[in-house]
């Protein structure tokens, strides 16, 4: 993979700019550059029709001076030990700048979901617990959803952990469905705290939160942005969304929740009527309010950067802008709120489960939303106030609040 695109190398650039503004001694700055353990691993799996496949996994434990590392497992065709080690980081950061007692992990497999049974799906979910057990723990390292993993996995690599360690231990893994001890508001609450962010940039940058947004990627992640921001901000306009198939575009107004019952129906949203086509690449492009990248890495860059129009791009998918794009960004006024913080709520109920399920015990939805806001809402203004004091972009001013709070904790255990 070209250097400039490679995710891992890309967080190390980020961080090393926020270690040079921080002042952090060469060791401290080694240290936070890699990640403390990896593990890399091989996972042979009977196929339903007798034959056997191999599987690449990995889980890397980034950091965890300020608590037991947390982060999402992905099982994506195109996952590679870089692309984990890279989301491990920015979780150690993430984790740090929402300010919850964790350290940062991720996980995953090089497969492709869409081509594997239920019950095959279900044997490498088991065959990655049997590897990684020992390791794991609510207070060691705890696994939960990402990219095509889905709370029924979660829920067999729970039973596969407990049947090991022969007792209960619902909080070793989080996303679980909520009939085996998920929390409410998990489901969306990545893009819920994601546009959390956005309610307070608006306020603070004078954007109409009831003008028009538009969302690249149409999972998780995208699919209750599109549902939530009107919500939250009491208004605004959906123009466009894009998937896999193809991006579709209408500035009088797509229906939120029409084009999810239509992409949960079809799997594609290209195919909704009354509304344009366009490429992917103009659907970023668009004049709108607010953007919200929720697909993979790497989709804003020095090449389109210059042409993003967005007033707010609320980067709900982990590392789509790369740091040259950032810099281009800024200097043309866009503000970008940046993965880690805006994709922080995701981690925090997270959090919340693994707190619930610690103590044997369940919150109200309202709760966990209330809990949630006052995290996001803290950790934006965090952010923004440093951004102001430093001068610096947002993403930046995010890192120099998240490594310093990894950074204190490292040097009062006395590690560095
Ligand atoms: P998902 O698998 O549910 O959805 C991904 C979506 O992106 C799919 O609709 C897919 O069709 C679309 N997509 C892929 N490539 C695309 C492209 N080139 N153009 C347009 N669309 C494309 O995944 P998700 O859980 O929604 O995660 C999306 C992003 O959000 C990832 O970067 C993930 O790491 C990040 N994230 C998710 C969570 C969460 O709780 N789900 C938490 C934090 C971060």
Redesign the pocket.
Known sequence: MDDKLNPFKIAQVQFDAAAEMLGLDSALREFLRWPMREYKFTIPLKMDDGSTEVFHAYRVQYNDARGPNKG?L?WHPDETLDTVRA?AAWMTWKCAVVDIPLGGGKGGITCDPKKLSETEKERLARGWMRVMARQLGEHRDVPA????TTPQIMAWMMDEYETIVGRSHPAVITGKPLALGGSQGRGD??ARGGVYTVREACKLLDVNAKGTFAV???????QFAALLHPEILGGGTLVAV????G?IHNPNGIDPKAIVEHKLKKGAVASFPGAKKIS?AELLELEVDVLYP????N?ITDENAGRIKARIVCE????PTTPEADTLLHGNGVHVIPDFLA?AG??TVSYFEQVQGTYNYYWSLEEVQRQLDARMTKAYHDVHTMAKEKDVHMRLAAYLVAVNRVAEAVRLRGWV
């Open positions: 999402g992905r989301l959803p990402d990219v095509y609450a990545t690249q990627g149409f999972g998780n992640a995208g894009s998937d896999t198939s991006a992917n929720s697909a993979l890495e989709v709900l998918a982990n590392g994709n995701g981690v």
